[in-house]
């Protein structure tokens, strides 16, 4: 348990025995009151601290609860009565009242059905988010409620005795001594904790909810530098306790490097109260209980473009100093307050709205670390914020908004007599980020991937690792296509918040030289020609175009189509004179034509043809 823990526990405690003697209600008018219990006997008379009436609202954290309203009438008449539920004595704070007039007979208990008001749409502090809050009137912790009886006799009132309510204080209580406890279990092997909880009930506790409990075990990466992230994946992290039972949460397989001789803080939270408990740990030993007050300043990302809020949660616990939660806008080490959260190291708050089932009036009570919405709108650069709990050393979060692409993006292709047709290559490149660092580097052939490596069609990725020097290399050879032609060779740099850039080149694959006796040998043989060629509109070389070829009397031969740089070609051509020509219908039928002569052998005849309209 944390000393916050501790100090909360006998602060509530202290309260519970203090309102345990609660005096009697009234005795001379009708009046209404709280209990936990949908049913109670007509015929016996209300008193505190007994059979589930309470004059403390006492509330689990995060856990919804439902109150039952009564009226109880000592006097010899019947009365007939309207009851009003508000949030203080003064006007608009009515919350919800009977629908009509109830008769309540005397000496006797009725159960009181209260018609709630339309509620006010949830609202949070300018520049705070928060997760959507419940529906109802919200009151903070240690706020009270009023049941207010008007008797159809009533007189106006003249001062606050003659008003007649009933005061029930709210209690949020995020002490779980003696409600919650957890126990540290000796470690089944190396890397592994092991934690038991157990939920007992409380004595003389009316209106505390006993549902299941959702409990957690949060490791913290991002809190423990010596953890792998990666390794935590075994275990039970989270499970249900059910009142007067118990739950073991359990993880394994932990990689911790606590070179430093700083043990792990690990936390288990209870039905979504973070951090109820603390312990530290070197994951081989039984973990001990952690009684140094936590203070930490957690950022939803640490890198993001501008635009985008970033959320910043203040993570104190310790509530008997004030929270301080401040800014570094340039980098020079003085700091702005931007939020004190006086001696409030949560948020506590409990909304209130009537017709819940049963007739019950509904509790919302939620407790959580506060939250600060940081606008990064035509910002960039790194902001720090700092967090301080009074004497406890500081927390510092850094944020950097990063608005601009990876610089220096160079391929570093391979030497052109190593480009052989299937051949493999360990392609390198250059590239730099000064702002949010490089978080990625793709090399590929084809088409450039995605930000997240995901290829595209056709094409061959490899993922990039840093060198000593700076530079970047493929972790895996790209093997070069089988045949020969030109090829796009990549590289495509990312950094932390997704922005990319990429360069690339052009190559051609050939196959690999042959021998000279083979050469001399097969150009003997040779009886055939070809023709390489590409088709131009002015300087563009035009992809996707159809190329005929004839022969000198105009006789159709083939046909083919140009690749994506506007280039063709045919093959196994007798010796002689060939006409090739090409047609654009897209460009008003813009057309060309040459005539080449192919010899035999294995040197092609080159063919440029240029298309006009």
Excluded at 37 to 65: C, F, H, Y
Excluded at 246 to 259: C, P, Q, R, S, V
Excluded at 369 to 398: H, L, M, Q, S
Aim: proline share 7%.
């Amino acid at each position: 348990m944390t000393i916050r823990t501790a100090l909360l526990a006998g602060v509530w405690l202290a309260m519970i025995a203090a309102n345990s003697g609660a005096a009697e209600f009234p005795t001379n008018r009708v009046y209404a009151f709280f209990s936990d219990s949908p049913t109670l006997d007509a015929r016996v008379k209300p008193t505190p601290g007994e059979g589930g009436i309470t004059q403390i609202l006492r509330l689990r954290p995060n856990t919804d609860q439902s109150a039952y309203v009564y009226a109880f009438n000592p006097k010899d008449d019947d009365a007939t009565v309207t009851v009003v539920l508000s949030s203080s004595y003064n006007a608009g704070s009515e919350i919800a009242r009977t629908a009509q007039p109830v008769v309540v007979p005397s000496k006797q208990v009725v159960k009181i059905a209260l018609a709630g008001r339309a509620a006010p749409a949830p609202t949070t502090a300018a520049k705070d988010a928060k997760e959507p809050l419940p529906s109802g009137t919200r009151l903070n912790d240690q706020d009270k409620l009023y049941l207010r009886v008007e008797e159809k006799a009533d007189r106006p009132a003249k001062n606050d005795e003659d008003r007649k309510y009933e005061e029930f204080q709210i209690n949020v209580s995020d002490s779980f001594a003696g409600t919650f406890s957890v126990e540290p279990i000796e470690p089944v092997s190396p890397g592994s904790i092991t934690l038991k909880v157990k939920f007992k009930k409380q004595v003389d506790n009316p209106l505390f909810n006993y549902s299941p409990a959702k409990v957690r075990l949060d490791l913290r990466p991002d809190y423990n530098t010596g953890i792998d992230p990666n390794s935590v994946g075994e275990g039970t992290f989270e499970a249900e306790v059910p009142v007067e039972g118990e739950a073991t949460l359990h993880a394994e397989g932990i990689k911790f490097d606590n070179a430093s001789g700083k043990p792990a803080t690990v936390f288990v939270s209870v039905d979504g109260y973070e951090r109820a408990f603390a312990f530290a740990t070197d994951f081989k030993s039984s973990p001990t209980a952690q009684k140094t007050p936590f203070v930490n300043v957690r950022l939803s990302t640490r890198f993001q473009v501008p635009g985008k809020p970033a959320i910043v949660t203040v993570e104190a616990d310790d509530n008997t100093k004030d929270t301080v939660l401040s800014i570094d806008r340039v980098g020079n080490q003085k700091f702005e307050v931007i939020r004190n959260y006086e001696k409030k190291s949560r948020e506590k708050a409990v909304y209130v709205s009537a017709g819940g089932e049963g007739d019950a009036v509904k509790l919302h009570p939620i407790v959580r670390d506060w939250t600060y919405e940081f606008a990064t709108a035509n910002v960039a650069g790194v902001r720090t914020f700092e967090v301080r709990n009074g004497t406890n050393p500081p927390a510092i979060g850094k944020l950097v908004i990063d608005r601009t692409a990876p610089a220096k993006v160079a391929l570093v292709p391979p030497a052109k007599e190593k480009l052989l047709v299937g051949s493999e290559h360990v392609l390198q490149a250059t590239g730099e980020d000064a702002e949010s660092d490089v978080a990625a580097v793709y090399f590929y052939i084809g088409d450039a991937p995605a930000a997240d490596g995901k290829p595209a069609g056709g094409s061959k990725v490899a993922r990039g690792t840093r060198k000593a020097d700076g530079t970047w290399i493929a972790r895996d050879p790209l093997r070069l296509p089988e045949t020969k032609g030109d090829v796009k060779l990549g590289v495509l740099v990312v950094n932390r918040v997704g922005l990319a850039s990429a360069a690339d080149a052009i190559v051609y694959v050939r196959e690999p030289e042959k021998p000279k006796e083979e050469k001399a040998e097969e150009k003997a043989k040779k009886t055939t020609g070809s023709i390489e060629g590409v088709v131009m509109h002015s300087i563009r070389p035009q992809p996707d175009l159809p190329v005929t070829l004839r022969d000198a009397a105009g006789k159709e031969l083939k046909k083919t189509t140009t690749n994506s740089s506007g280039k063709f070609e045919f093959k196994d051509l007798p010796p002689g004179e060939y006409i090739v020509s090409s047609v654009k219908k897209a460009d008003l039928n813009s057309n060309g034509s040459q005539t080449v002569t192919v010899e035999a052998g294995d040197k092609p005849a080159k063919a440029e043809i240029a298309i006009k309209r």
